[in-house]
Protein backbone atom coordinates (compact mmCIF):
# COMPACT_ATOMS: atom_id res chain seq x y z
CA UNK A 1 0.00 0.00 0.00
CA UNK A 2 1.57 3.16 -0.84
CA UNK A 3 2.07 6.07 1.52
CA UNK A 4 1.71 9.92 1.56
CA UNK A 5 4.10 11.89 2.57
CA UNK A 6 4.43 16.20 2.93
CA UNK A 7 7.49 17.47 2.25
CA UNK A 8 8.53 21.56 2.88
CA UNK A 9 10.79 22.93 0.19
CA UNK A 10 11.66 26.30 0.24
CA UNK A 11 12.87 28.36 -2.77
CA UNK A 12 13.51 32.03 -3.46
CA UNK A 13 14.78 34.12 -6.59
CA UNK A 14 15.26 33.11 -9.87
CA UNK A 15 14.03 29.33 -8.66
CA UNK A 16 10.91 30.16 -7.02
CA UNK A 17 10.26 32.33 -10.34
CA UNK A 18 11.22 29.48 -12.66
CA UNK A 19 8.62 27.23 -10.97
CA UNK A 20 6.18 29.85 -11.03
CA UNK A 21 6.60 29.95 -14.58
CA UNK A 22 5.72 26.75 -14.88
CA UNK A 23 2.38 26.56 -13.07
CA UNK A 24 -0.79 28.16 -13.21
CA UNK A 25 -2.44 29.59 -16.45
CA UNK A 26 0.37 29.73 -18.45
CA UNK A 27 2.60 27.10 -16.91
CA UNK A 28 1.91 23.20 -17.68
CA UNK A 29 0.82 22.22 -14.06
CA UNK A 30 -1.72 23.14 -12.48
CA UNK A 31 -0.22 23.43 -9.64
CA UNK A 32 3.40 23.04 -7.43
CA UNK A 33 2.78 19.30 -6.37
CA UNK A 34 2.06 18.35 -9.57
CA UNK A 35 5.40 19.97 -11.03
CA UNK A 36 7.15 18.39 -8.45
CA UNK A 37 6.23 14.93 -8.74
CA UNK A 38 6.36 14.92 -12.66
CA UNK A 39 10.38 16.10 -11.87
CA UNK A 40 10.64 13.45 -9.03
CA UNK A 41 9.51 10.51 -11.50
CA UNK A 42 11.53 11.76 -14.50
CA UNK A 43 14.73 11.66 -12.29
CA UNK A 44 13.52 8.53 -11.17
CA UNK A 45 13.15 7.52 -14.69
CA UNK A 46 16.49 8.69 -15.48
CA UNK A 47 18.30 6.52 -12.44
CA UNK A 48 16.80 3.66 -13.34
CA UNK A 49 17.58 3.94 -17.55
CA UNK A 50 21.47 4.74 -16.16
CA UNK A 51 21.17 1.89 -14.28
CA UNK A 52 19.81 -0.57 -16.70
CA UNK A 53 22.49 1.02 -19.23
CA UNK A 54 25.59 0.13 -17.31
CA UNK A 55 24.20 -3.52 -16.56
CA UNK A 56 23.84 -3.69 -20.59
CA UNK A 57 27.45 -2.73 -21.02
CA UNK A 58 28.31 -5.28 -18.26
CA UNK A 59 26.29 -7.93 -20.22
CA UNK A 60 27.58 -6.84 -23.57
CA UNK A 61 31.46 -6.48 -22.40
CA UNK A 62 30.84 -10.46 -20.56
CA UNK A 63 29.21 -11.71 -23.59
CA UNK A 64 31.67 -10.58 -25.91
CA UNK A 65 34.81 -12.16 -24.18
CA UNK A 66 36.40 -15.07 -25.33
CA UNK A 67 34.89 -18.63 -24.01
CA UNK A 68 38.27 -19.98 -22.83
CA UNK A 69 37.97 -16.68 -20.17
CA UNK A 70 35.07 -17.88 -18.57
CA UNK A 71 35.40 -19.54 -15.36
CA UNK A 72 32.74 -22.18 -13.81
CA UNK A 73 31.44 -20.81 -10.40
CA UNK A 74 28.71 -22.14 -7.59
CA UNK A 75 25.56 -20.20 -6.66
CA UNK A 76 28.17 -20.11 -3.15
CA UNK A 77 31.35 -18.27 -4.93
CA UNK A 78 29.01 -15.83 -6.46
CA UNK A 79 26.96 -14.80 -3.76
CA UNK A 80 30.77 -14.47 -1.76
CA UNK A 81 32.19 -12.66 -4.11
CA UNK A 82 29.05 -10.31 -4.70
CA UNK A 83 29.28 -9.45 -1.15
CA UNK A 84 33.16 -8.42 -0.93
Known amino acids: M ?3 T ?3 VRLG ?3 SDFVSANVGD ?3 YENVSEYIRDLIRRD ?3 AEQEAFNRLKGELTHAFAA ?3 SYQAL ?3 EVIARNRA
Open 13 to 15: GAL
Open 6 to 8: TMT
Open 66 to 68: PEE
Open 26 to 28: DGS
Open 74 to 76: TAA
Open 2 to 4: SRT
Open 44 to 46: KER
